[in-house]
């Protein structure tokens, strides 16, 4: 059975309370009678109700009046009205009350059918506004409790991986000084191992230092400003020239528009995606890396980096934004398995999406949107285009 609402009747006559009462009995209404503005508004304090048939002429408080008074109360203004008069004819005396909130109008002698119809359409528009009400309401609860456990989980991870740099301090420095003391009477096999050791913490380190940076990356606030991704990109080909020193690279660089957007991530962006490209481009002579624009036209530009790389299998693509997740074996290309994962996160803090397109053997392109600019736009990339 639906769920029963709550219907408030108002008519200084009594017979007329009966004739509405007569025709709207039914087990999924419940109906309130009011004789006076007085009665009804006190209804209104104790009860809500989907809907107020009203009739417009009343002594001392007129339908028009109470109507008015419902309206600017804010507990019961969406509350919809219906009036019941003898005097539909009157064109002002009709825009007087649907001025004062009646959403709809029914003639005496009252016709049952429609009163009946138009009763139930609001009866069902007020379980569905109400059904979708609670909806939100859980949505809206447990939205919070994740937003909860993730802060959670964020400070869990970086608590451990802060409470890990210690003891790899500790295990670092005992290396060290053992190899100053015992080194001389090591032989090759025991110096292997020592090194060998030495090589993980090290690596240990940068891997937690990674994870640090990706737990600190859900927790720092947005400084957006607007950023030229042209003079990020030059700073990052500075900064990976010791990675590309007597290589082979083609560089095709088309001109970027502006974006809004933090100028710190931003940076980290490129830095990862670049030195990706550069670092699984390795066996290439010469290595191709392509970095573009495209508008979408939806309100985005969508950046790509494209690569004529090693590529990788589709059927993983999914993992390839994952932490600590990675796509060839350590052996062949260095990495923690972190970086992409914090591109993903930077990017959809900035409210854009990232994907990665990719072939065996083949190369690889990441693209990734951003909102355009209010002030720039269009024009931005006409500009950029004219560079």
């Not at 949505?139 to 919070?144: E, G, I, K, V, Y």
């Not at 990109?233 to 007597?246: D, F, K, S």
């Not at 736009?377 to 006409?382: C, K, L, N, T, V």
């Amino acid at each position: 059975m639906s769920d029963t609402v709550n219907i408030l009747l108002v008519d200084d006559k009594p017979q007329n309370l009966s004739v509405l009462e007569s025709i709207l009995d039914a087990s999924d209404y419940r109906l309130t009678k009011a004789q006076s503005a007085q009665e009804a508004l006190m209804a209104l304090f104790d009860t809500d109700f989907a809907l107020i048939v009203l009739d417009v002429r009343m002594p001392d408080t007129s339908g028009l009046e109470l109507a008015q008074i419902i309206k600017e109360r804010k507990r019961t203004r969406d509350i919809p009205i219906i009036f019941v008069t003898a005097h539909y004819s009157e064109d002002e005396h009709v825009l007087s009350g649907y001025s004062a909130g009646a959403v709809d109008y029914l003639t005496k002698p009252i016709n049952p059918a429609i009163l009946k119809s138009k009763v139930a359409i609001f009866a069902e528009l007020y379980r569905k506004t109400k059904a979708l009400n609670e909806a939100n309401q859980i949505l809206n609860s447990r939205n919070q409790e994740l937003m909860a456990a993730n802060k959670e989980l964020e400070a869990f991870s970086y608590t451990v991986s802060h409470d890990l740099r210690a003891p790899l301090r500790h295990v670092s420095g005992f290396i060290q000084a053992l190899r100053e003391r015992a080194e001389p009477d090591l032989d090759d096999e025991a110096r292997r191992y020592l090194t060998k050791v030495q090589n993980a913490a090290g690596e240990m380190g940068i891997l937690i230092d990674h994870f640090l940076a990706f737990s600190r990356m859900g927790r720092s606030e947005l400084r957006p400003s607007l950023v030229d991704m042209n003079e990020l990109i030059q700073r990052v080909r500075e900064e990976l020239q010791p990675e590309t020193e007597g290589r082979c690279i083609e560089w095709r660089l088309s001109p970027l528009p502006k974006v809004e957007a933090d100028a710190a991530l931003m940076r980290q962006v490129w830095t990862n995606l670049l030195s990706n490209a550069v670092k699984y481009t390795r066996p290439r002579n010469p290595a191709r890396i392509e970095v573009g624009c495209e508008d979408s036209l939806h309100g985005e530009f969508v950046f790509f980096v494209r690569d004529n790389g090693v590529g990788f299998d589709m059927k993983y693509a999914d993992k390839l934004f994952g932490v600590f997740q990675r796509l060839h074996r350590a052996n062949e290309f260095e990495g923690t398995g972190i970086g992409l994962a914090n591109v993903r996160r930077i990017i959809n803090r900035h409210g854009g999406q990232i994907w990665a397109e990719g072939k065996l053997d083949a190369g690889t392109t990441v693209s990734f949107t951003m909102k355009k600019p209010a002030a720039v736009g269009a024009a931005e990339m006409a500009v950029a285009a004219s560079r």
